[in-house]
């Protein structure tokens, strides 16, 4: 909420809900088109994303995000 009324990156939402579908909006965060975002399909999870929750069962869900983004970043990174 800004002074000049509800924003969301930066574009007004209320245009953004007149005007985009949720799957579009839903998407910009990922900066990916809306048919790359949502498939019919969903893709595996790799292996070690599996092993990375079952490590940090007991940890809380910041924690858990924090390590499976670094690992997703180490991935991205070794494909290019």
């Keep these: 909420m800004t002074q000049r009324g509800p924003y969301y990156?930066?574009?007004n939402a209320i245009d953004l809900a007149r005007t985009?579908?949720?799957e579009?909006?839903?998407g910009a965060?990922?900066?990916v088109s809306e048919s790359s975002a949502f498939v019919s399909a969903m893709p595996a999870v790799p292996a070690e994303f599996q092993a990375?929750?079952?490590l940090l069962k007991h940890t809380g869900?910041?924690?858990v995000c924090d390590c499976a983004f670094s690992?997703?970043?180490t991935r991205?990174?070794?494909r290019i």
Excluded: E
């Design 76 to 78: 991205q990174s070794a």
């Design 20 to 22: 985009q579908s949720i």
């Design 71 to 73: 690992l997703y970043r």
């Design 52 to 54: 990375l929750q079952a």
């Design 29 to 31: 965060p990922l900066d």
């Design 9 to 11: 990156r930066g574009r």
């Design 61 to 63: 869900s910041v924690d």
């Design 24 to 26: 579009s909006i839903g």
